[in-house]
Protein backbone atom coordinates (compact mmCIF):
# COMPACT_ATOMS: atom_id res chain seq x y z
CA UNK A 1 0.00 0.00 0.00
CA UNK A 2 0.83 3.75 -0.62
CA UNK A 3 2.34 5.81 2.26
CA UNK A 4 -0.29 8.37 2.96
CA UNK A 5 1.21 11.56 4.12
CA UNK A 6 -0.77 14.48 5.59
CA UNK A 7 -1.65 15.93 2.71
CA UNK A 8 -1.16 19.96 1.97
CA UNK A 9 -4.31 21.03 0.26
CA UNK A 10 -6.51 18.80 -1.67
CA UNK A 11 -5.16 18.40 -4.85
CA UNK A 12 -1.99 16.85 -2.79
CA UNK A 13 -4.97 14.39 -0.54
CA UNK A 14 -6.39 13.66 -4.45
CA UNK A 15 -2.41 12.61 -5.80
CA UNK A 16 -2.19 10.07 -2.84
CA UNK A 17 -4.70 8.49 -3.38
CA UNK A 18 -5.53 8.62 -7.39
CA UNK A 19 -2.54 10.11 -8.99
CA UNK A 20 -3.79 12.90 -10.43
CA UNK A 21 -0.93 14.58 -10.86
CA UNK A 22 0.44 11.98 -13.51
CA UNK A 23 -2.84 11.29 -15.02
CA UNK A 24 -3.06 15.39 -15.28
CA UNK A 25 0.55 14.96 -17.08
CA UNK A 26 0.03 12.35 -19.63
CA UNK A 27 -3.49 13.73 -20.55
CA UNK A 28 -3.22 17.52 -20.35
CA UNK A 29 0.34 19.07 -19.53
CA UNK A 30 2.82 16.76 -21.16
CA UNK A 31 0.50 15.33 -24.31
CA UNK A 32 1.99 17.09 -26.80
CA UNK A 33 0.46 18.65 -30.02
CA UNK A 34 2.53 20.55 -33.30
CA UNK A 35 3.16 24.07 -32.94
CA UNK A 36 2.29 24.50 -36.91
CA UNK A 37 -1.49 23.89 -37.29
CA UNK A 38 -4.38 25.68 -37.97
CA UNK A 39 -8.11 26.67 -37.31
CA UNK A 40 -9.01 23.36 -38.68
CA UNK A 41 -7.44 21.12 -35.91
CA UNK A 42 -9.65 23.05 -33.97
CA UNK A 43 -12.69 20.77 -35.47
CA UNK A 44 -12.14 17.76 -33.29
CA UNK A 45 -12.43 20.40 -30.42
CA UNK A 46 -15.27 21.89 -31.40
CA UNK A 47 -17.36 18.32 -32.33
CA UNK A 48 -16.72 17.35 -28.38
CA UNK A 49 -18.01 20.44 -27.35
CA UNK A 50 -21.30 20.34 -29.84
CA UNK A 51 -21.98 16.58 -28.19
CA UNK A 52 -21.82 17.86 -24.90
CA UNK A 53 -24.86 20.47 -26.28
CA UNK A 54 -26.46 17.54 -27.63
CA UNK A 55 -26.52 15.30 -24.43
CA UNK A 56 -27.28 18.09 -22.15
CA UNK A 57 -29.88 19.59 -24.21
CA UNK A 58 -31.07 16.12 -24.91
CA UNK A 59 -31.59 15.41 -21.00
CA UNK A 60 -33.85 18.27 -20.71
CA UNK A 61 -36.10 17.27 -24.20
CA UNK A 62 -36.06 13.71 -22.03
CA UNK A 63 -38.29 15.14 -19.10
CA UNK A 64 -41.43 15.70 -20.97
CA UNK A 65 -40.84 13.65 -24.57
CA UNK A 66 -43.29 10.18 -24.71
CA UNK A 67 -42.03 7.69 -26.95
CA UNK A 68 -45.79 6.67 -27.77
CA UNK A 69 -47.60 6.59 -31.24
CA UNK A 70 -50.35 8.34 -29.85
CA UNK A 71 -48.38 11.06 -27.49
CA UNK A 72 -44.86 11.67 -29.41
CA UNK A 73 -45.84 14.22 -31.87
CA UNK A 74 -47.83 16.55 -29.10
CA UNK A 75 -44.74 15.60 -26.39
CA UNK A 76 -42.65 17.79 -28.64
CA UNK A 77 -45.01 20.14 -30.81
CA UNK A 78 -47.19 21.00 -28.12
CA UNK A 79 -45.65 20.16 -24.16
CA UNK A 80 -42.00 21.23 -25.37
CA UNK A 81 -42.73 23.88 -27.75
CA UNK A 82 -45.45 25.37 -26.09
CA UNK A 83 -45.96 25.11 -22.62
CA UNK A 84 -42.61 23.76 -20.73
CA UNK A 85 -40.63 27.34 -20.41
CA UNK A 86 -37.98 27.55 -22.43
CA UNK A 87 -38.88 23.76 -23.74
CA UNK A 88 -38.34 25.37 -27.60
CA UNK A 89 -34.75 26.89 -26.55
CA UNK A 90 -33.70 23.25 -25.58
CA UNK A 91 -35.38 21.85 -28.80
CA UNK A 92 -33.92 24.69 -31.34
CA UNK A 93 -30.18 23.49 -29.54
CA UNK A 94 -31.26 19.98 -30.34
CA UNK A 95 -32.03 20.42 -33.50
CA UNK A 96 -29.64 22.93 -34.44
CA UNK A 97 -26.23 21.26 -33.38
CA UNK A 98 -27.48 17.86 -34.61
CA UNK A 99 -27.55 19.61 -38.10
CA UNK A 100 -24.54 21.79 -37.78
CA UNK A 101 -22.36 18.51 -36.27
CA UNK A 102 -22.53 17.06 -39.36
CA UNK A 103 -20.88 20.10 -41.14
CA UNK A 104 -18.02 20.15 -38.54
CA UNK A 105 -17.54 16.31 -39.32
CA UNK A 106 -17.39 17.26 -42.78
CA UNK A 107 -14.87 19.87 -42.25
CA UNK A 108 -13.26 17.61 -39.85
CA UNK A 109 -13.03 14.67 -42.42
CA UNK A 110 -11.92 16.60 -45.35
CA UNK A 111 -9.32 18.23 -43.49
CA UNK A 112 -7.91 14.60 -42.60
CA UNK A 113 -8.39 13.65 -46.21
CA UNK A 114 -6.33 17.10 -47.35
CA UNK A 115 -3.69 16.81 -45.40
CA UNK A 116 -2.73 12.80 -45.40
CA UNK A 117 -3.88 12.63 -41.70
CA UNK A 118 -5.28 9.23 -42.39
CA UNK A 119 -1.54 7.45 -43.19
CA UNK A 120 1.28 6.29 -41.73
CA UNK A 121 0.49 5.40 -38.44
CA UNK A 122 -2.21 7.08 -38.28
CA UNK A 123 -5.22 4.59 -40.11
CA UNK A 124 -6.66 3.87 -36.73
CA UNK A 125 -7.52 7.07 -35.85
CA UNK A 126 -9.47 7.18 -39.41
CA UNK A 127 -11.33 3.91 -38.84
CA UNK A 128 -12.23 5.13 -35.49
CA UNK A 129 -13.32 8.84 -37.13
CA UNK A 130 -15.47 6.35 -39.67
CA UNK A 131 -16.47 4.30 -36.81
CA UNK A 132 -18.14 7.64 -35.25
CA UNK A 133 -19.66 9.06 -38.42
CA UNK A 134 -21.45 5.70 -38.93
CA UNK A 135 -22.98 5.85 -34.99
CA UNK A 136 -23.45 9.09 -35.37
CA UNK A 137 -25.51 8.66 -38.59
CA UNK A 138 -27.74 6.01 -37.00
CA UNK A 139 -28.10 8.39 -33.87
CA UNK A 140 -29.21 11.32 -36.24
CA UNK A 141 -31.72 8.98 -38.04
CA UNK A 142 -33.34 7.19 -35.16
CA UNK A 143 -33.90 10.67 -33.46
CA UNK A 144 -35.40 12.24 -36.41
CA UNK A 145 -37.84 9.61 -35.80
CA UNK A 146 -39.35 10.75 -32.54
CA UNK A 147 -41.20 13.84 -33.26
CA UNK A 148 -43.31 11.51 -35.52
CA UNK A 149 -43.97 13.82 -37.84
CA UNK A 150 -45.26 13.25 -41.41
CA UNK A 151 -41.19 12.45 -42.29
CA UNK A 152 -39.86 11.14 -39.12
CA UNK A 153 -42.70 8.48 -40.68
CA UNK A 154 -41.82 7.93 -43.83
CA UNK A 155 -37.84 8.63 -43.92
CA UNK A 156 -38.05 5.54 -41.05
CA UNK A 157 -40.10 3.80 -44.16
CA UNK A 158 -37.58 4.21 -46.46
CA UNK A 159 -34.86 3.30 -44.89
CA UNK A 160 -35.97 0.38 -43.01
CA UNK A 161 -37.57 -0.56 -46.30
CA UNK A 162 -33.87 -0.53 -47.83
CA UNK A 163 -33.17 -3.58 -45.36
CA UNK A 164 -35.32 -5.45 -47.39
CA UNK A 165 -33.05 -5.77 -50.24
CA UNK A 166 -30.17 -7.99 -48.56
CA UNK A 167 -30.54 -11.55 -50.69
CA UNK A 168 -32.50 -14.40 -48.22
CA UNK A 169 -32.85 -12.80 -44.58
CA UNK A 170 -33.82 -9.36 -46.14
CA UNK A 171 -37.68 -9.60 -45.34
CA UNK A 172 -37.88 -10.91 -42.22
CA UNK A 173 -34.92 -8.78 -40.97
CA UNK A 174 -37.21 -5.88 -41.85
CA UNK A 175 -40.02 -7.17 -39.82
CA UNK A 176 -37.08 -7.91 -37.08
CA UNK A 177 -35.91 -4.43 -37.12
CA UNK A 178 -39.49 -2.26 -37.21
CA UNK A 179 -40.90 -4.51 -34.42
CA UNK A 180 -44.18 -5.12 -36.65
CA UNK A 181 -44.96 -5.58 -40.04
CA UNK A 182 -45.30 -1.94 -40.85
CA UNK A 183 -43.19 1.28 -39.05
CA UNK A 184 -45.46 1.65 -35.51
CA UNK A 185 -45.44 1.66 -31.78
CA UNK A 186 -42.55 -0.63 -31.53
CA UNK A 187 -40.82 0.64 -34.14
CA UNK A 188 -40.60 4.10 -32.36
CA UNK A 189 -40.10 2.74 -28.74
CA UNK A 190 -36.91 0.86 -30.25
CA UNK A 191 -35.65 3.45 -32.24
CA UNK A 192 -36.29 5.93 -28.93
CA UNK A 193 -33.94 3.42 -26.84
CA UNK A 194 -31.37 3.29 -29.99
CA UNK A 195 -31.15 7.03 -29.65
CA UNK A 196 -31.58 7.69 -25.78
CA UNK A 197 -29.37 4.64 -24.45
CA UNK A 198 -27.22 2.27 -26.78
CA UNK A 199 -25.63 4.62 -29.23
CA UNK A 200 -24.73 7.03 -27.00
CA UNK A 201 -22.80 4.73 -24.62
CA UNK A 202 -21.25 3.32 -28.09
CA UNK A 203 -20.65 7.09 -29.10
CA UNK A 204 -19.19 7.73 -26.18
CA UNK A 205 -16.75 4.84 -25.66
CA UNK A 206 -15.50 5.36 -29.37
CA UNK A 207 -14.92 8.98 -29.09
CA UNK A 208 -12.74 7.55 -25.63
CA UNK A 209 -11.14 5.07 -28.64
CA UNK A 210 -10.51 8.08 -31.47
CA UNK A 211 -8.41 10.18 -28.71
CA UNK A 212 -6.90 7.23 -27.69
CA UNK A 213 -5.68 6.35 -30.70
CA UNK A 214 -4.26 9.87 -31.42
CA UNK A 215 -1.46 9.28 -28.76
CA UNK A 216 1.18 6.88 -30.31
CA UNK A 217 0.94 8.60 -34.16
CA UNK A 218 0.10 11.99 -32.78
CA UNK A 219 -1.86 14.63 -34.55
CA UNK A 220 -0.50 15.75 -38.11
CA UNK A 221 0.68 19.18 -38.60
CA UNK A 222 0.01 21.93 -41.84
CA UNK A 223 2.98 20.76 -43.54
CA UNK A 224 2.65 17.12 -42.51
CA UNK A 225 6.07 17.07 -41.33
CA UNK A 226 7.40 13.90 -39.94
CA UNK A 227 7.99 15.36 -36.07
CA UNK A 228 9.83 13.47 -33.46
CA UNK A 229 7.38 14.06 -30.49
CA UNK A 230 9.75 12.88 -27.82
CA UNK A 231 12.64 14.90 -28.79
CA UNK A 232 10.75 17.79 -29.14
CA UNK A 233 9.21 17.83 -25.91
CA UNK A 234 12.47 17.38 -24.48
CA UNK A 235 13.53 20.61 -25.58
CA UNK A 236 10.19 22.27 -24.41
CA UNK A 237 10.71 20.87 -20.83
CA UNK A 238 14.39 21.70 -21.23
CA UNK A 239 12.97 25.50 -21.49
CA UNK A 240 13.93 25.68 -25.12
CA UNK A 241 9.72 26.47 -25.86
CA UNK A 242 10.76 28.43 -28.78
CA UNK A 243 12.99 26.29 -30.87
CA UNK A 244 10.70 23.42 -29.76
CA UNK A 245 7.80 22.08 -32.24
CA UNK A 246 5.62 20.96 -30.08
CA UNK A 247 2.96 22.97 -27.17
CA UNK A 248 1.35 21.20 -24.62
CA UNK A 249 -2.36 20.29 -25.09
CA UNK A 250 -2.91 22.07 -21.85
CA UNK A 251 -2.35 25.16 -21.61
CA UNK A 252 -1.04 25.94 -25.17
CA UNK A 253 -3.65 24.08 -27.46
CA UNK A 254 -6.62 23.82 -25.29
CA UNK A 255 -6.68 28.03 -24.92
CA UNK A 256 -6.35 28.38 -28.33
CA UNK A 257 -8.97 26.35 -28.96
CA UNK A 258 -11.90 28.10 -26.31
CA UNK A 259 -10.85 30.77 -28.71
CA UNK A 260 -12.14 28.75 -31.50
CA UNK A 261 -14.98 27.50 -29.66
CA UNK A 262 -16.24 31.03 -28.36
CA UNK A 263 -16.41 32.46 -31.74
CA UNK A 264 -17.72 29.29 -32.85
CA UNK A 265 -20.48 29.17 -30.14
CA UNK A 266 -21.67 33.14 -30.83
CA UNK A 267 -22.96 31.45 -34.51
CA UNK A 268 -24.21 28.83 -33.25
CA UNK A 269 -26.62 30.88 -30.91
CA UNK A 270 -27.10 32.92 -33.39
CA UNK A 271 -28.58 30.04 -35.05
CA UNK A 272 -30.61 28.79 -32.58
CA UNK A 273 -31.81 32.26 -31.85
CA UNK A 274 -32.95 33.41 -35.16
CA UNK A 275 -32.21 31.07 -38.02
CA UNK A 276 -33.19 27.47 -36.79
CA UNK A 277 -35.32 26.62 -39.34
CA UNK A 278 -33.19 25.04 -41.68
CA UNK A 279 -32.80 22.60 -38.94
CA UNK A 280 -36.50 21.36 -39.08
CA UNK A 281 -37.92 20.48 -41.99
CA UNK A 282 -42.02 21.85 -42.13
CA UNK A 283 -43.34 18.46 -43.25
CA UNK A 284 -42.10 17.19 -39.69
CA UNK A 285 -44.40 19.61 -38.24
CA UNK A 286 -47.17 17.56 -39.34
CA UNK A 287 -48.59 14.35 -37.34
CA UNK A 288 -47.37 10.89 -39.17
CA UNK A 289 -49.98 9.58 -41.21
CA UNK A 290 -49.47 6.38 -42.26
CA UNK A 291 -52.48 6.63 -45.18
CA UNK A 292 -50.44 9.98 -46.67
CA UNK A 293 -47.50 10.24 -48.85
CA UNK A 294 -46.01 12.86 -48.91
CA UNK A 295 -44.68 14.55 -52.79
CA UNK A 296 -41.01 14.04 -51.95
CA UNK A 297 -39.72 11.86 -49.56
CA UNK A 298 -35.46 12.89 -48.77
CA UNK A 299 -33.04 12.91 -45.88
CA UNK A 300 -32.07 16.01 -43.81
CA UNK A 301 -29.14 17.81 -45.83
CA UNK A 302 -26.08 15.64 -44.36
CA UNK A 303 -27.54 12.12 -46.23
CA UNK A 304 -28.13 13.32 -49.12
CA UNK A 305 -25.06 12.62 -51.16
CA UNK A 306 -25.55 8.81 -50.64
CA UNK A 307 -29.37 8.98 -50.58
CA UNK A 308 -28.58 10.47 -54.30
CA UNK A 309 -26.04 7.66 -54.86
CA UNK A 310 -28.85 5.12 -54.00
CA UNK A 311 -31.28 7.10 -56.21
CA UNK A 312 -29.03 7.83 -58.89
CA UNK A 313 -29.22 4.07 -60.61
CA UNK A 314 -32.67 4.44 -61.35
CA UNK A 315 -33.13 1.88 -64.34
CA UNK A 316 -32.12 -2.16 -64.65
CA UNK A 317 -29.58 -3.03 -66.08
CA UNK A 318 -30.52 -6.63 -67.80
CA UNK A 319 -32.37 -9.01 -64.85
CA UNK A 320 -30.71 -6.76 -62.28
CA UNK A 321 -33.19 -4.24 -60.89
CA UNK A 322 -32.53 -1.30 -60.48
CA UNK A 323 -33.39 -0.94 -56.76
CA UNK A 324 -30.39 -3.70 -56.17
CA UNK A 325 -28.06 -1.76 -58.45
CA UNK A 326 -28.86 1.63 -56.18
CA UNK A 327 -28.62 -0.73 -53.03
CA UNK A 328 -25.57 -1.97 -54.05
CA UNK A 329 -23.95 1.48 -54.82
CA UNK A 330 -25.31 2.76 -51.71
CA UNK A 331 -23.73 0.02 -49.76
CA UNK A 332 -20.35 0.66 -50.91
CA UNK A 333 -20.72 4.36 -50.22
CA UNK A 334 -21.12 3.57 -46.83
CA UNK A 335 -18.06 1.89 -45.77
CA UNK A 336 -15.66 3.39 -49.01
CA UNK A 337 -14.22 5.89 -46.87
CA UNK A 338 -13.14 3.23 -44.72
CA UNK A 339 -10.88 2.21 -46.91
CA UNK A 340 -9.44 5.28 -47.63
CA UNK A 341 -5.68 4.61 -46.11
CA UNK A 342 -5.61 1.16 -48.12
CA UNK A 343 -7.42 2.67 -51.71
CA UNK A 344 -4.43 5.80 -51.33
CA UNK A 345 -1.54 3.36 -52.79
CA UNK A 346 1.12 6.03 -52.16
CA UNK A 347 3.68 6.93 -49.07
CA UNK A 348 3.78 10.32 -49.53
CA UNK A 349 2.12 12.39 -46.61
CA UNK A 350 1.91 15.96 -47.75
CA UNK A 351 -0.69 18.32 -48.11
CA UNK A 352 -3.24 18.02 -51.06
CA UNK A 353 -1.61 21.09 -52.73
CA UNK A 354 1.61 19.89 -52.65
CA UNK A 355 0.10 16.59 -54.33
CA UNK A 356 -0.93 17.96 -57.66
CA UNK A 357 -2.50 14.64 -59.17
CA UNK A 358 -4.48 14.19 -55.74
CA UNK A 359 -4.83 17.68 -55.09
CA UNK A 360 -7.40 17.73 -58.58
CA UNK A 361 -9.08 14.53 -57.12
CA UNK A 362 -9.73 16.10 -53.73
CA UNK A 363 -11.66 18.94 -55.36
CA UNK A 364 -13.59 16.98 -58.26
CA UNK A 365 -14.81 14.62 -55.24
CA UNK A 366 -15.77 17.39 -53.15
CA UNK A 367 -17.83 19.35 -55.96
CA UNK A 368 -19.16 15.99 -57.01
CA UNK A 369 -20.36 14.80 -53.64
CA UNK A 370 -21.71 18.87 -53.89
CA UNK A 371 -23.70 18.19 -56.78
CA UNK A 372 -25.28 14.58 -55.35
CA UNK A 373 -26.17 16.58 -52.09
CA UNK A 374 -28.25 19.12 -54.57
CA UNK A 375 -29.80 16.50 -56.30
CA UNK A 376 -30.60 14.87 -53.24
CA UNK A 377 -33.22 16.95 -52.49
CA UNK A 378 -34.66 17.38 -56.20
CA UNK A 379 -37.67 15.06 -57.77
CA UNK A 380 -35.77 12.52 -59.26
CA UNK A 381 -36.94 12.87 -62.77
CA UNK A 382 -35.79 13.97 -66.37
CA UNK A 383 -32.37 15.92 -66.85
CA UNK A 384 -32.73 15.31 -62.43
CA UNK A 385 -32.05 11.52 -62.32
CA UNK A 386 -29.40 11.62 -65.11
CA UNK A 387 -27.43 14.01 -63.38
CA UNK A 388 -27.93 11.99 -60.12
CA UNK A 389 -26.69 8.99 -61.94
CA UNK A 390 -23.65 10.76 -63.54
CA UNK A 391 -22.35 12.14 -60.43
CA UNK A 392 -23.03 8.47 -58.51
CA UNK A 393 -20.88 6.98 -61.07
CA UNK A 394 -18.12 9.89 -60.93
CA UNK A 395 -18.48 9.51 -56.97
CA UNK A 396 -17.75 5.54 -56.89
CA UNK A 397 -15.08 5.86 -59.80
CA UNK A 398 -13.16 8.48 -58.19
CA UNK A 399 -12.42 6.53 -54.89
CA UNK A 400 -12.50 2.80 -56.25
CA UNK A 401 -10.46 3.57 -59.72
CA UNK A 402 -8.67 7.11 -59.74
CA UNK A 403 -7.42 7.31 -56.27
CA UNK A 404 -5.74 3.68 -56.74
CA UNK A 405 -4.41 4.95 -59.90
CA UNK A 406 -3.12 8.27 -59.61
CA UNK A 407 -1.57 7.45 -56.07
CA UNK A 408 0.43 4.82 -57.59
CA UNK A 409 1.42 7.19 -59.96
CA UNK A 410 2.50 9.11 -57.08
CA UNK A 411 4.54 6.53 -55.20
CA UNK A 412 6.09 5.80 -58.94
CA UNK A 413 7.33 9.27 -59.29
CA UNK A 414 8.89 9.11 -56.29
C1 LIG B 1 -17.95 13.53 -33.05
C2 LIG B 1 -17.00 12.94 -33.62
C3 LIG B 1 -15.53 13.27 -33.50
C4 LIG B 1 -14.82 13.85 -32.48
C5 LIG B 1 -15.35 14.34 -31.14
C6 LIG B 1 -13.45 13.93 -32.92
C7 LIG B 1 -12.42 14.46 -32.18
C8 LIG B 1 -11.10 14.62 -32.60
C9 LIG B 1 -10.07 15.37 -31.95
C10 LIG B 1 -10.23 16.14 -30.62
C11 LIG B 1 -8.95 15.29 -32.70
C12 LIG B 1 -7.60 15.96 -32.44
C13 LIG B 1 -7.58 17.41 -32.87
C14 LIG B 1 -7.99 17.66 -34.30
O1 LIG B 1 -7.26 17.27 -35.23
O2 LIG B 1 -9.09 18.20 -34.48
C15 LIG B 1 -9.26 14.46 -33.84
C16 LIG B 1 -8.37 14.12 -34.83
C17 LIG B 1 -8.67 13.36 -35.94
N1 LIG B 1 -9.92 12.87 -36.30
FE1 LIG B 1 -11.62 13.10 -35.24
N2 LIG B 1 -13.35 13.38 -34.17
C18 LIG B 1 -14.59 12.97 -34.58
C19 LIG B 1 -14.95 12.40 -35.79
C20 LIG B 1 -14.05 12.06 -36.79
C21 LIG B 1 -14.41 11.54 -38.09
C22 LIG B 1 -15.83 11.30 -38.57
C23 LIG B 1 -13.24 11.33 -38.76
C24 LIG B 1 -13.05 10.80 -40.17
C25 LIG B 1 -13.26 9.66 -40.55
C26 LIG B 1 -12.15 11.71 -37.89
C27 LIG B 1 -10.83 11.63 -38.22
C28 LIG B 1 -9.80 12.22 -37.50
C29 LIG B 1 -8.42 12.27 -37.94
C30 LIG B 1 -7.84 11.65 -39.22
C31 LIG B 1 -7.72 12.97 -36.96
C32 LIG B 1 -6.22 13.26 -36.94
C33 LIG B 1 -6.00 14.64 -37.51
C34 LIG B 1 -4.54 14.92 -37.60
O3 LIG B 1 -3.73 14.06 -37.28
O4 LIG B 1 -4.22 16.01 -38.04
N3 LIG B 1 -12.68 12.17 -36.71
N4 LIG B 1 -10.58 14.07 -33.78
Known amino acids: MAQIKKANGIIDWLDQRLAVNKLFNVLMAQYWIPKQINFLWAMGVILTTLFSVLFISGLFLLMYYKPDVGLAFDSVNKTIMQEVEYGWLWRHMHGVAASVIFLIIYIHMLTGIYYGSYKRGREMIWVSGMLLFVVFSAEAFSGYMLPWGQMSFWAAQVITNLFGGIPFIGDELVIWIRGDFAVSDPTLTRFFMLHVCLLPVVILTIIAF ?11 NEISEELDFDLEAEKYLAGDTKGSKVIPFWPGFLSKDFMYISFFMIFFFYLVSFNFD ?9 PANPLKTPAHIYPEWYFLWSYEVLRGFFFDIGSIKAFDIGLLAFGIAQIIFFLLPWLDRSDVVKPAHERPLFFIWFWILLIDMI ?15 WIGFYASIVFLLLLLVILPIITIMERKRG
Open 210 to 220: HFYSLRIPHVN
Open 278 to 286: FAMDPINFE
Open 371 to 385: ILTIYGKLPPTGINA
